[in-house]
């Protein structure tokens, strides 16, 4: 199953007034609480090892395959995530949340930005790039770590639109 | 020698690659496009960085993607592979200057390489054979006919700015030389805006035969003996062999002497290719070097024994090569299997491989990138596998190969793999005796 699709049962279950759903299946087992605040809690999200389509010419690679220099953060499973729009990075390099060392971040979570402003800096090959949001909205949660590489496409912040 | 190695490729060859690395203890990092993230070369690095969306130019052949994926993972070193960025001088120089050890040619090496006329000059200097003929652009017809009489008719006219077959014009006597002249001009003049002809020999019905080389540092270049990659349609192998069937001792001898002369006027370092034709009566004549690894430099590694890719990261890393030629020890065939209808005029096939089953046994190699369930990217080329066989005999070979192609199974699109079939049963391919116009008259109609 999908992320995006155990998003929608959730957002489903959520929705439909019962407080506790269990589903099993043979492929997978899901269990749904809704709590009295009404902040839905996913728990218990047991997928099964991916099926086996794949022959012997796609074995599972040695232990230390993960990339280390340059791990695509997880995007969290939370409800929250379904209308929110993420920054990619446009570029290879190092992500900075500030100019310098010494000057503020561009942004934290909380603040409300215009399409244009400045969110980071992605350092490459010596040069310094400022990275400028597409998007107007509130920053609602920074992906990456100061002072991390970053790869093309890699998602940067959370972004709920105006 | 290296601690992490960058692979600026993609597909079977930055496999290969990989697997070299991991021999030799190296670490290694992918990069890839955004097509490319189910690519098997991606899962088989200790690291991978997505270096940009799917089009070549802002992927593969981006130098600033590629370094900037060097420094944030801390390569040393980068292997370019073949195609793309592994004769790009600008390349190689960018490496340079940022303190990257470029596993290649240096500027210098393919600058002089790659400009035809220019590596037709050094060769000459060097004694290397070169196909006769002006030296230089052409100035009038009446140059033009002296110097056929003096080289031998036929001769053909070329554009120097030229490229796929236009602005070019056989000729094969004195009464001809005018009008070929007139409408090879037009043509350079439109198709280029720079009319200037050039005349060479014409070599008919010539045999594509290449030698590998590997150079070090210290001044040392070797020969791997040849490859005849005279099976090619419309200038694109599609089946390459070790020995060629007819070159001899000695031919191989004095065409491996003349190779390593040539690479040694230029100093060359790393492992390089020497492209001779040769004609019927056994002479040979320079066409062009390549300053890279090649995609049939698996055929050489089948017979010598040797491992070029790994020679190639040694040589780099400073190593000192042995002062001896190789030559081939068994009998290697190559048949590159491609997503294309060979039926219909090698229409491309693209989709989804919904089964890919490899053979295998005795004298069996497969250089793939695919799997069951993997859909092939339009942006990149049709090359889906290489299918390498060696055996004691060319004959034995021939037999292994079709064994080979017949259990290969790929499914979901469509291959050359009944073209090679057909090849490998038919009697002039199997006497060895056929030049590069031997697919103009294969018959594609029949195969299965």
Known sequence: MKPKEIQELIDFIASSGLAEVNIETEQFKINVKKYPDSAIKATDISLPVMPQVIPQSLPVVSSNQVSTAVTTPKAEKAVETSNLITIKSPMIGTFYRSSSPETPSFVNVGDVIEAGKAVCIIEAMKLFNEIESEISGKIVKILVENATPVEYDQPLFLVEPN | ?448
């Open chain 2, 1 to 448: 020698m290296f601690k992490k190695i960058l692979i600026a490729n993609r597909g079977e060859i930055a496999l290969r690659v990989i697997r070299a690395c991991k021999e030799l203890g190296i670490k290694t990092v992918a990069v890839y496009s955004v097509a490319d993230k189910e690519s098997l070369h991606v899962r088989f690095a200790d690291e991978a960085v997505c270096i940009g969306p799917a089009p070549s130019s802002q992927s593969y052949l981006s130098i600033p993607n590629i370094i900037a994926a060097a420094e944030i993972t801390n390569a040393d070193a980068i292997h370019p592979g073949y195609g793309f960025l592994s004769e790009n001088a600008k390349f190689s120089k960018v490496c340079e200057d940022y303190g990257i050890k470029f596993i290649g040619a240096s500027a210098d090496m393919i600058d002089s390489m790659g400009d035809k006329a220019s590596a037709k000059d050094t060769m000459k200097k060097a004694g290397v054979p070169c196909i006769p003929g002006s030296d230089g652009l052409l100035k009038t017809i009446d140059e033009g006919i002296k110097l056929s009489n003096k080289i031998k008719y036929p001769v053909i006219l070329k554009a120097t700015a030229g490229g796929g077959g236009r602005g070019m014009r056989i000729i094969r006597n004195d009464q001809e030389f005018e009008k070929a002249w007139n409408d090879a001009k037009q043509e350079a003049g439109a198709a280029f805006g720079n009319d200037g002809l050039y005349l060479e020999k014409f070599i008919e019905e010539p045999r594509h035969i290449e030698v590998q080389l590997l150079g070090d540092k210290f001044g040392t270049v070797v020969h791997l003996s040849e490859r005849d990659c005279s099976i090619q349609r419309r200038h694109q192998k599609l089946v390459e062999e070790t020995p060629s069937p007819i070159i001899t001792e000695r031919l191989r001898n004095k065409m491996g002497e003349a190779a390593i002369k040539g690479a040694k006027s230029i100093k060359y370092e790393g492992a390089g290719t020497i492209e001779f034709l040769v004609d019927k009566n056994g002479d040979f004549y320079f066409m062009e070097m390549n300053t890279r690894i090649q995609v049939e430099h698996t055929i050489t590694e089948e017979a010598t024994g040797v491992d070029l890719v790994k020679m190639q990261i040694r040589v780099a890393a400073g190593e000192k090569l042995e002062k001896k030629n190789y030559f081939p020890l068994r009998h290697s065939i190559e048949c590159r299997i491609n997503a294309e209808d060979a039926k219909n005029g090698f229409r491309p096939s693209p989709g989804k491989i919904t089964n890919f089953h490899m053979p295998s046994g005795f004298g069996v190699r497969v250089d793939s990138h695919c799997y069951t369930g993997y859909t092939i990217p339009p942006n990149y080329d049709s090359m889906i596998a290489k299918l390498i066989v060696n055996a004691p005999t060319r004959d034995e070979a021939c037999d292994r190969m079709k064994r080979a192609l017949q259990e290969f199974v790929i499914d979901g699109i469509k291959t050359t793999i009944p073209f090679h079939i057909k090849l490998m049963d038919d009697p002039k391919f199997r006497s060895g005796k056929f030049t590069t116009a031997f697919l103009e008259s294969f018959d594609f109609s029949s195969i299965k």
